[in-house]
């Protein structure tokens, strides 16, 4: 006989308190309830911290099994393979010829900038060093990252940014070169600056709490004390980041507003003398609005040059100066609206002409302006192209490698090139066998010629043994989506005699192209017989802005669907196996892998998330976050129902599965406000809540899902040292999971995994 319950009062308090922690983990969101058991881990630092050390105790577990020797020997080869240069290209500014070089103290290298007159080299003399100037302390020499640099137009005045303990918080130094003094006061909070034209103010940008560059103040110059700065400018919308810049012609600044899709130009006259007054003079003045689509402004004494994204093509316009100074009158004595983002400013009072416009599958990655033309770097699916615009009829010529290979892909960009009226400018050449090489182009000429060629030192690699292949695979929804093949030369990629292990990285997001630089660690892979796939996902910018629109908003999980596309087309056509097959991506790059993971982690034998996106729509949801707004123009505002849904089906978070998943190593970064280590703290959690146990790969720990918690940032993680030890040990883990016995052995051993 049941003896029932007496006391109903104990009974509705018990009832209260269990729905009442069940309510702690609830998200009401867009009308729809979603439970998070982890939901209290944002604002829990007690949690966090306990969480860390049990992270830390399972990334033991993974190192005690990996083959110690190995790591050794690879990092070893590793960190001697490190530019071997120690001063980097000159720059003439002026009179002088600046550059940064290494310094070192008890084993520990920073920057120095020196300079020195032309044909003057030997008495080249250290202008800014930070340790000497006690702007940092030797704590933080390996961890300081120095960003900037800034010159008055005499030049007595230089600037620097830096950020001390690596953490996105910098601040600026300036320092009178004339007496060899620095000023007390360090600009906070401080991410660039530019001079006046007097050399008695800098307007400078300063962040918020949250990181955000989003007001420009003015500062006076003082030796001694503080004196309080002026508000010039401001911008409360949160899907926007400030930049304040000198035109090339150096008589105006301006102050960028830039959002992931969308950009706002205002710009200011620079007087010859200026005060801390605010006049009619000091105030800037809007030229173009978001729905003018302009991305970038530049003037020389020929004119204004603009950047314009309209109707699927990035468009370069040209304004007279007579014109750019009519249209500018019209505004001053009308403003624009500044609540307004729908009204186009800049086509209603500007008048200008198209001069070039760029083929619908390029995208502009760089442009450099001078008296005589203006260069346009681009490219085109990793293939890069160099246009020259020659005034006045701005005639467009291709310049040419002289090697075809070097054009073929990589990254190229411009030097700072601070000159308006050089005879000749400087860029560089990047690409996964080349290292930062420097090429001169000759205006006249127009040939481009090699100032300095890659310096790798240690361990020679022979890269006439490799080569880069472009391969097509379809799509689901029949798109052609190219990937780069990194590989031995004796291998078809498309028919090798056995399945490889590859390795596949890519982004996908925001329009930005697809990275094709030189990373020594991918060398390390290619002598172990690796092979590197880098498909070209839509959301990315690889074939111009059109390519990024076809995978955002409602159409974002096209990217993670050319992700499972490229895997499912190595694995079909015999280039590997889903036991040889890793990959990596990061920040929102690593959100999209792990999405692809949920969706078909039987594709993957293991992969690596660098500062994984993971908490989508949660951090979406909150508008407080630092980035969530800006984020809005990529995934969508998740307050509107269709936008909900579209993330909802994405987030990695919460589309976790009772399913078997990978061996996983997540890199995060304490300092990172962009994407915390909570989010990757709860996501980990809940793969073990509900994940499967490992039966691929012999389980280490944790259902083999691996958080690394690294000192750094987002943007930045330690040393060069520190970043090359951390690939090393990506790499050895990969080899490790690899290459461990698992339930199917002989397939494995016929795949020559145990060679």
């Known amino acids: 006989m049941r003896i029932l319950n007496r006391n109903p009062i104990r009974r509705f308090s018990r009832y209260f308190r269990i729905n009442q922690q069940k309510a702690e983990h609830l998200h009401h969101i867009n009308g729809v309830t979603l439970f998070d058991k982890y939901k209290s881990l944002k604002d829990d630092y007690d949690l966090q911290s306990k969480f860390v050390e049990e992270e830390a105790v399972h990334l033991r577990k993974l190192k005690s099994q990996m083959n110690d020797q190995y790591l050794e020997n690879l990092t070893s080869k590793t960190l001697g393979r490190t530019d071997s240069r120690t001063e980097e290209m000159p720059e003439k500014i002026g009179d002088y010829f600046y550059y940064s070089s290494h310094r070192y103290i008890e084993d520990k290298d920073y920057l120095v900038i020196s300079r020195f007159k032309k044909d003057r080299r030997l008495d080249s003399e250290v202008v800014f060093d930070p340790v000497k100037e006690k702007a940092v302390n030797k704590r933080q020499i390996q961890s300081f990252v120095m960003n900037k640099?800034?010159?008055?137009?005499?030049?007595?005045?230089?600037?620097?940014?830096?950020?001390?303990?690596?953490?996105?918080?910098?601040k600026g130094f300036?320092?009178?070169?004339?007496?060899?003094?620095?000023?007390?006061?360090?600009?906070?909070?401080?991410?660039?600056?530019?001079?006046?034209?007097?050399?008695?103010?800098?307007?400078?940008?300063?962040?918020?709490?949250d990181n955000r560059p989003c007001s420009v103040y003015k500062h006076r110059i003082t030796e001694t004390g503080t004196i309080s700065d002026l508000l010039v400018f401001e911008d409360t919308d949160k899907k926007y980041f400030v930049d304040v810049q000198l035109v090339k012609s150096k008589d105006y600044y301006v102050f960028l507003c830039t959002g992931k899709s969308s950009f706002k130009?205002?710009?200011?006259?620079?007087?010859?003398?200026?005060?801390?007054?605010?006049?009619?003079?000091?105030?800037?003045?809007?030229i173009t609005s978001p729905e003018d689509k302009i991305l970038a402004f530049q003037k020389t004494s020929k004119g204004c040059f603009f950047v314009q994204y309209k109707n699927n093509t990035t468009r370069i316009l040209f304004v007279s100066s007579e014109d750019f100074e009519h249209g500018l009158n019209k505004l001053r004595n009308s403003p624009a609206d500044p609540n307004s983002d729908d009204i186009s400013i800049f086509e209603k009072n500007f008048n200008f002409k198209v001069i070039y416009s760029l083929p619908e599958d390029s995208t502009l990655t760089e442009s450099d302006i001078f008296e005589s033309c203006?260069?346009?770097?681009?490219?085109?699916?990793?293939?890069?192209?160099?246009?020259?615009?020659?005034?006045?009829?701005?005639?467009?010529?291709?310049?040419?490698?002289?090697?075809?290979?070097?054009?073929?892909?990589?990254?190229?960009y411009p030097s700072s090139n601070m000159e308006l009226d050089p005879r000749t400018c400087t860029f560089y050449h990047d690409s996964p066998f080349v290292c930062n090489e420097a090429y001169e182009i000759d205006f006249e000429t127009n040939k481009l010629n090699k100032k300095e060629s890659s310096s790798i030192g240690g361990k020679p690699f022979d890269t006439e043994s490799y080569k880069a292949s472009l391969l097509d695979f379809p799509a689901r929804d029949g798109t052609k989506i190219p990937m780069w093949c990194l590989h031995h030369n004796s291998i078809n990629p498309l028919r090798p005699k056995y399945p490889l292990r590859c390795f596949m990285r890519f982004y996908g997001c925001y329009g930005m192209p697809t990275d094709?630089?030189?990373?020594?660690?991918?060398?390390?892979?290619?002598?172990?017989?690796?092979?590197?796939?880098?498909?070209?996902?839509?959301?990315?910018?690889?074939?111009?802005?059109?390519?990024?629109q076809q995978a955002i908003l409602t159409n974002k999980h096209?990217?993670?669907?050319?992700?499972?596309?490229?895997?499912?087309?190595?694995?079909?056509?015999?280039?590997?196996?889903?036991?040889?097959?890793?990959a990596k991506s990061s920040s929102s790059g690593g959100g999209l892998l792990a999405a692809a993971i949920n969706r078909n982690p039987h594709l993957f034998k293991a992969a690596i998330l660098e500062a994984p996106f993971l908490d989508i729509l949660n951090m979406l949801s909150d508008k407080d976050m630092p980035l969530s707004q800006a984020d809005y123009e990529e995934f969508g505002d998740p307050s509107n129902k269709e936008y909900f849904k579209s993330i909802l089906s994405i987030c990695p978070y919460n589309n976790i599965r009772s399913q078997e998943y990978p061996s996983i190593l997540v890199n995060c970064y304490d300092d990172d406000y962009r994407t915390p280590v909570w989010q990757v703290l709860k996501w980990a959690r809940k793969v073990r809540d509900i994940a499967s146990d490992p039966s691929r790969v012999v389980s280490i720990s944790g259902k083999n899902i691996f958080v690394n918690v690294i000192e750094g940032s987002h943007v930045s993680a330690g040393s060069k040292k520190q970043v090359i030890e951390d690939r090393c040990f990506e790499l050895a883990f990969l080899n490790h999971i690899v290459r461990r016995k698992t339930l199917d052995f002989e397939v494995e051993k016929k795949l020559k995994l145990f060679n």
């Open 374 to 412: 203006v260069l346009l770097y681009t490219t085109t699916g990793g293939n890069n192209q160099i246009i020259k615009l020659s005034y006045p009829n701005f005639e467009a010529t291709e310049l040419k490698f002289a090697d075809s290979v070097s054009q073929q892909y990589g990254n190229v």
């Open 516 to 548: 094709l630089g030189f990373s020594v660690t991918d060398w390390n892979m290619l002598e172990e017989n690796w092979m590197l796939l880098f498909p070209l996902i839509r959301g990315s910018g690889d074939f111009g802005p059109k390519w990024h």
């Open 149 to 170: 640099l800034v010159l008055s137009d005499c030049q007595m005045f230089l600037g620097t940014i830096i950020d001390l303990d690596n953490n996105e918080r910098p």
């Open 174 to 209: 300036i320092k009178n070169l004339q007496n060899n003094s620095i000023f007390p006061v360090r600009l906070q909070d401080c991410v660039n600056f530019v001079f006046s034209k007097d050399n008695k103010f800098v307007y400078y940008v300063k962040q918020d709490k």
């Open 558 to 582: 096209k990217s993670i669907t050319d992700i499972e596309d490229a895997a499912m087309f190595a694995i079909a056509n015999g280039m590997t196996h889903s036991s040889l097959l890793c």
């Open 265 to 286: 130009l205002h710009i200011l006259k620079r007087q010859p003398t200026e005060t801390m007054l605010e006049t009619e003079h000091s105030r800037p003045v809007q």
